[in-house]
């Protein structure tokens, strides 16, 4: 079946302007994450979705980072007023976890969204 | 301290070694446990989860100690499409996931 998707796949834009980064998780996945990866570094968690609780927006470094879930499926990353500190790659990860199964906790990520902020 | 540490590497071994990762956690209360892998540039994929009793698929073993707070990973017969990094994955409270930085093979010919 079909992964976890992201666009765009490379974003590059100026400082001070804002980005939207999307992701489409896997169908009747319940639980959503966002992470960022810089150059050489792990993964930092940045906000958690599951299904309609409040997300765990702990995670978030700034207030300029926003995110939202509709409809319990797509999701849009906003950063706003972009600084070069925030160029990094956006990874989206997407579980069952919630549901029944064996497995519920294991996280598929997208391909990411590179942003480049100059 | 850390929520995941691991050894960042690099492992450099031969094709057909055996080779091993540990990655230790800080959360005693932590319940679920994996190894992802990422290539360069690419996105980490699941590689296995971690169970208890241990568990192998293939050329792979994991492991799980709870009592010093360790997983390990162990890779029999190393191929060279084995070099990535290897991420330790730990479920901590409230549904947060913490990754280890990564382990770096380089598996030459």
């Known amino acids: 079946g079909a992964g976890v998707s992201q666009s765009p796949s490379n974003k590059v834009t100026e400082k001070g302007k804002d980005v939207e980064l999307r992701c489409d998780p896997i169908s009747g996945h319940t639980a959503l994450y966002w992470y960022r990866q810089s150059l050489g570094q792990g993964l930092e968690f940045l906000i958690y979705f599951q299904g309609n609780s409040a997300p765990d927006k702990s995670g978030l470094p700034s207030d300029r980072f926003s995110a939202e879930r509709t409809g319990g499926s797509v999701s849009t990353l906003t950063i706003q007023r972009t600084q070069q500190e925030d160029s990094a790659v956006y990874l989206c990860?997407?579980?069952?976890?919630?549901?029944?199964?064996?497995?519920?906790?294991?996280?598929?990520f997208g391909p990411g969204t590179r942003l480049t902020v100059t | 301290r850390k929520e995941v540490e691991q050894d960042p590497g690099p492992f450099n071994v031969p094709e057909g070694a055996t080779v091993a990762f540990n990655c230790t956690y800080s959360?005693?209360?932590?319940?679920?446990f994996f190894w992802y892998r990422q290539d360069c540039r690419k996105e980490p994929k699941l590689l296995m989860s971690v169970y208890s009793s241990g568990n192998e698929d293939g050329r792979f073993t994991a492991q799980l100690n709870r009592a010093s707070q360790y997983i390990s990973l162990l890779i029999r017969d190393s191929k060279l499409s084995d070099s990535a990094t290897y991420l330790c994955v730990v479920k901590g409270n409230f549904n947060k996931f913490y990754f280890g930085s990564g382990t770096k093979l380089n598996v030459k010919p």
């Open positions: 959360n005693s209360a932590s319940q679920s």
């Open positions: 990860a997407s579980s069952l976890q919630g549901a029944y199964g064996p497995a519920p906790y294991e996280q598929y």
